[in-house]
């Protein structure tokens, strides 16, 4: 059974930079969707970048001038670049997997990903 771990996240100053990483193991096949998701202080978790099953990338409008998605598939790990770091930006993030079906349209609903990382948290400060 696919599990997924994510790593990375620390405490930073505004305007900085962070990857977080998301290493899948357990599975020999790569998910036909994967996900990252946050879910910020008092909020709904809601998704901010996903691969989807062509391999075509697909971020937020609210954070696609600084957020990016990337995956290693040899390494099964997929990435969440984030730069210009904002104190808004804090919360905990979280990889998803999905290995049933992959729609462009609710690529960004939680319920759509089966599998799910125990999250890592990211905290920025002014």
């Known amino acids: 059974q696919m599990q997924l771990a994510e790593s990375g996240g620390k405490s930073m100053q505004a305007g900085g930079s962070l990857r977080l990483s998301c290493a899948a193991s357990?599975?020999?096949?790569?998910?036909?969707?994967m996900a990252w998701f946050r879910q910020l202080p008092g909020k709904e978790r809601e998704g901010v970048a996903v691969?989807?099953?062509?391999?075509?990338?697909s971020v937020a409008d609210s954070v696609k001038d600084r957020f990016n998605i990337s995956k290693d598939s040899a390494k099964n790990i997929l990435y969440l670049q984030i730069t210009n770091l904002r104190p808004e930006d804090t919360g905990t993030y979280y990889c998803?997997?999905?290995?049933?079906?992959?729609?462009?349209?609710?690529?960004?609903?939680?319920?759509?990903?089966?599998?799910w990382g125990q999250g890592t948290q990211v905290t920025v400060s002014p």
């Open positions: 998803a997997a999905s290995t049933q079906t992959c729609s462009y349209t609710f690529r960004f609903i939680p319920d759509e990903y089966g599998r």
């Open positions: 357990g599975s020999t096949r790569w998910p036909i969707c």
């Open positions: 691969i989807l099953a062509d391999g075509t990338p």
